[in-house]
């Protein structure tokens, strides 16, 4: 398989770009962001070191939760040479399970035991590093890696989020050799994180599962035009995972909060970069149970795209 950046081919761009060189349009966009990150941080390609935390709490949520996928896929890959590996919100790997057991007696301990940190600060640009820094689905193929000793692996990374908050609460990585990169383990991964995610909401109490369905009836009117307001009802959790700029999501994280705090139903314009601008709809929700919160909607005029609002209504 041909990767822009990868050791099949005969340029390491990895290389010319620590040696100054321009690679732009040659690497892959999070790729050459995760390096430049990288390079700020003074890392180095031989840093072979990472933090170990040899005593972490095995009881956590996300650990329970994932133990019975992470034993599906370990069936899955059996006799590949596929490691699957989960992390924490931090980048410290929880477990690790493996597709050809004989991998355990040959890799380095870097490779094969929980509590080494893959954060992209520590590690460099690496599947479990850049999933978080980027918040989704990513893939690293070969000399993409940071640190050399990854440059002969591919990997597969996403993150796992808490469906109730929407924060990141880890991530599920699957490794393999570069030349056994395959477009169909991409589903396969989703599938399974959306399997972890779901048994982790499995272990929310009630009074959380309540606020949720308050949340999603609400949103269901939203969505259904009777919220009395002109233009189109986004969910804030899913408007701040559109392309907007970093300036933007900081601005209406503040402004929603402000709203949330307020407790009441509430309308605010708040404006955006380049003239542009969307409406934040707060309103109080309560669950079957008697659990009260607050929904914060974005807004957005009816001649927009959802993720460019236009400067005038």
């Known amino acids: 398989m041909g990767v822009v950046g990868d050791r099949i081919g005969p340029v390491r761009f990895r290389d010319r770009f620590l040696q100054g060189e321009s690679v732009e349009g040659s690497v892959r966009s ?36 994932a133990e019975p996928v992470l034993d599906r896929l370990e069936a899955i890959f059996a006799g590949s040479q596929t490691n699957i590996s989960l992390a924490d919100g931090h980048g410290m790997v929880l477990a690790r399970r493996f597709g050809e057991k004989s991998m355990v007696r040959r890799l380095a301990p870097i490779q094969i035991l929980p509590g080494f940190v893959f954060a992209e600060r520590f590690a460099g640009t690496n599947g479990i590093g850049l999933s978080l820094a980027e918040r989704r689905l990513c893939q690293v193929y070969g000399a993409e890696h940071f640190a050399e000793r990854s440059q002969a692996s591919a990997c597969t990374a996403i993150p796992l989020r808490d469906q109730l908050s929407g924060h990141i609460q880890g991530v599920l990585c699957l490794g393999y050799p570069y030349t056994e990169a395959d477009p169909a383990l991409i589903p396969v991964v989703r599938k399974a994180a959306e399997a972890i995610e779901r048994r982790l909401m499995e272990q929310s109490s009630a009074r959380e599962h309540g606020l949720l369905q308050a949340y999603l009836d609400t949103a269901n009117l939203a969505r259904s035009g009777e919220h009395g307001l002109d233009g189109h009802p986004v969910a804030m959790a899913d408007f701040l995972q559109s392309e907007l700029e970093q300036s933007d999501q900081a601005t209406l994280k503040e402004k929603a909060t402000e709203l949330m705090s307020g407790d009441r139903r509430a309308a605010a314009e708040v404006p955006l970069s380049r003239g542009r601008w969307v409406t934040l709809v707060s309103r109080p929700v309560t669950s079957a149970a008697g659990v009260e919160g607050v929904v914060v909607e974005a807004l957005l005029p009816e001649d927009s795209e959802r993720h460019a609002p236009a400067p005038t209504h």
Request: glycine share 2%.
């Open 30 to 65: 999070p790729i050459l962001s995760s390096w430049q990150r990288s390079r700020l941080l003074g890392l180095s390609p031989d840093q072979s070191e990472l933090p170990f935390e040899q005593d972490f709490d095995l009881e956590v949520p996300l650990l329970r939760a």
